[in-house]
């Protein structure tokens, strides 16, 4: 079969709207698209046990692009029964580019390989800051001060330095121009006057702990 007969498998499967959806797919379909996907790894799925039978479940994937489109290929076997499924998931081939780009971007900014401290602690500094991570988690119910969620966000400057905020805030920042307040996600861009707590050490990184800080703007 020819690609462009694949591309017209492909044109079937997405509805007017361009939208595209995981599915089942034919076995005469899944050969039609098979010459043209490279094989993306092997998968264990998992093991279930049921009151009658046990089942456990191991699949093969191919992926690639088809037209304008990422396909992935999936065939799934149950070795107990005896059975194989067969599914195809699509999506924009330029969405799921434009998102490796950004995993991409976001591996380097959280290379903190050549990370240094930054100033002594108590000293106030002016920083334009990325922000790189925000680990939530909730704080210890029984002590009112260690209570709620907390943020542990880190940050990266323009030398590539590693700098830290433990709170319980969240960053945000009110616009005067806009009369609205803006809440920076990971990859936003933060200026701020803070003070240097501490210095530290995490699995090797040096991290530069900031406290009190004033957001000035995010974008």
Same mark, same amino acid.
């Given at each position: ?10 044109a ?12 089942g ?6 050969d039609c ?11 264990e ?9 046990s089942?456990?479940f ?6 690639g ?7 992935k290929?999936?065939?799934r076997?149950n070795?107990?029964?005896g059975f194989?499924?067969?599914s195809?998931e ?16 976001m591996r ?5 390989s050549g990370?240094e401290?930054?100033a002594?602690p108590?000293?106030?500094l ?5 922000l790189?991570?925000?680990y939530?988690y ?9 209570s ?10 323009? +030398?590539g330095?590693?700098?830290?905020w433990?709170t319980q ?7 005067? +121009?806009?009369d ?6 990971v990859g936003?861009?933060?200026?701020m006057?803070a003070?240097v ?7 090797g990184?040096k991290?530069t702990?900031?406290t009190?800080?004033q957001?000035?703007?995010?974008a």
């Open positions: 079969m020819s690609k462009a007969f694949a591309e017209k498998i492909i079937s499967m997405v509805d007017e709207d361009g939208n595209c959806f995981g599915r797919i034919s076995e005469r379909q899944f698209l098979i010459p043209y996907l490279e094989e993306d790894g092997e998968e799925l998992g093991y279930w046990s049921g009151q009658y039978t089942r456990e191991f699949a093969e994937n191919w992926a692009n088809i037209g304008p489109y990422r396909v290929l999936q065939k076997y070795w107990n029964v194989a499924i067969k195809i699509l999506r924009p081939a330029d969405e799921y580019e434009a998102e490796l780009e950004d995993e991409r971007r380097e900014l959280r290379d903190f990370s401290w930054v002594e108590k000293k106030r002016d920083l334009d800051l990325t790189v991570n925000d939530v909730e704080g210890c119910s029984y002590s009112y001060y260690d709620g969620v907390r943020h542990v966000y880190t940050f990266r400057d323009g +030398d330095n590693c700098i830290v433990k805030k969240a960053i945000d920042c009110y616009d005067e +121009d806009t609205e307040w803006t809440e920076a996600e936003s861009k933060v200026t006057r003070t707590k501490q210095h530290s050490e995490y699995r990184t991290q702990i900031i009190r800080p957001i000035k703007a995010i």
